[in-house]
């Protein structure tokens, strides 16, 4: 049955109910969300507002959360009929063949910056690699009718992710309150997605890879003797071990920038074992004299054992000349692919490196 959602006033020991009343204009709900789509109940970023489709169409709203998946919001004023629930099926064929290139291009358009930005002022960290992996469509209304109550949950029987939320606004004397329902839980989502084979993944280059370099290594030690390395487990240590000979390394420092880039001269070998440029002749890195502490026990099964690469920069400064800006991307893994172009861009002028995978 359609959702009601009625609210009292306690004045004293009795309950006054105070009288829903219809939102002025359709635009008002449209302008509340737009402004603030925590509304919703989850984080989200508008990243379009009145988006047309290549079918003269327009969408209300577009919005993506930190798992990079988008949602469409479709808006109508009072009851809502049928149709809305066929125009948002409609606009979420649309959405759901948008590339990453096709969702930066929307954001940027109308956020007015980059897009990478503007995702990491919304949700603390960089965009992940691939966007629009996931749909939800969302009707947004102030009344559901029995008819596309019904069509919604058939929808969403057969795995199709859409849902309904409803807002009901309430005017007690000079204030204005707004009220909100799901029609199904958030524990209830519907298992389905809408995907295509467009590619939603950024594209990587070939050559180019992020290593992250931190705790209490050293980048004195590492830009004077020339490697990266990482340590304390096998999620940390086989990452690092992965980066192929020839890679061109991007090394961030966390919570301080980037420091520099160089090209992969040999295997990963554990600290014990490892040798690195010195003055062009490799040299045991356990013999030199360090700052850093790089954890090492000797034993072939230990995984926690320091693996070190050999690195030939191309390019370091020293740590507090860290490159730094909101959108740049980071990684909890100690190495891994950057497909990242707004990082590649920015990297690019900073270094004076091209950045084109030649």
């Known amino acids: 049955m359609p959702v009601e959602m009625r609210m009292w006033r306690i004045d004293g020991e009795s309950p006054k109910p105070l009288t829903a009343a219809a939102l002025h204009t359709e635009s008002e709900l449209h302008q509340f969300l737009r402004q603030d789509p925590s509304l919703l109940g989850t984080a989200l970023l508008v990243i379009g507002s009145e988006v047309i489709t290549p079918y003269g169409k327009r969408l209300d709203l577009l919005a993506i959360d930190a798992d990079g998946n988008l949602h469409v919001l479709e808006l109508k004023r009072d009851r809502t009929p049928r149709e809305v629930v066929a125009q948002v099926l409609d606009y979420g064929s649309w959405v759901s063949t948008l590339s990453r290139e096709d969702v930066i291009d929307i954001a940027e358009k109308y956020l007015g910056q980059p897009?990478?930005?503007?995702?990491?002022?919304?949700?603390?960290?960089?965009?992940?690699?691939?966007?629009n992996g996931e749909l939800q469509l969302t009707v947004v209304a102030s009344a559901l009718d029995a008819s596309s109550e019904r069509i919604v949950s058939y929808l969403r029987g057969f795995g199709v992710p859409i849902n309904a939320v409803f807002f009901t606004y309430i005017e007690d004397e000079d204030r204005r309150y707004l009220a909100r329902s799901w029609l199904a839980a958030s524990d209830e989502r519907s298992s389905g997605s809408i995907t295509k084979s467009t590619s939603k993944r950024a594209t990587w280059n070939g050559l180019d890879w992020y290593v992250s370099f931190g705790g209490d290594?050293?980048?004195d030690d590492a830009r004077r003797l020339g490697f990266v390395s990482a340590g304390g487990g096998k999620?940390?240590?086989?990452?690092i071990r992965a980066l192929p000979e020839g890679a061109r390394v991007w090394v961030n420092i966390p919570q301080t920038g980037y420091v520099g880039v160089g090209t992969v001269v040999g295997p990963a070998a554990r600290f014990s074992d490892a040798r690195v440029g010195g003055e062009g002749v490799p040299v045991p890195l356990a013999?030199?004299?360090l700052v850093g502490s790089y954890p090492h026990r000797d034993a072939e099964t230990n995984d926690d054992d320091e693996w070190?690469?050999?690195v030939e920069w191309i390019d370091?400064?020293?740590?507090k000349d860290a490159y730094w800006e909101k959108g740049l991307f980071a990684n909890q893994n100690s190495a891994c692919k950057l497909r990242q172009e707004f990082t590649l861009d920015r990297l690019g002028q900073q270094f004076d490196i091209h950045t084109d995978g030649e």
């Open 316 to 319: 370091t400064v020293p740590e």
């Open 287 to 289: 013999t030199q004299s």
């Open 115 to 131: 897009f990478e930005a503007s995702f990491e002022e919304a949700f603390g960290v960089a965009p992940p690699d691939e966007l």
């Open 308 to 310: 070190v690469v050999p």
């Open 217 to 219: 290594r050293s980048w």
């Open 235 to 239: 999620f940390y240590t086989q990452t």
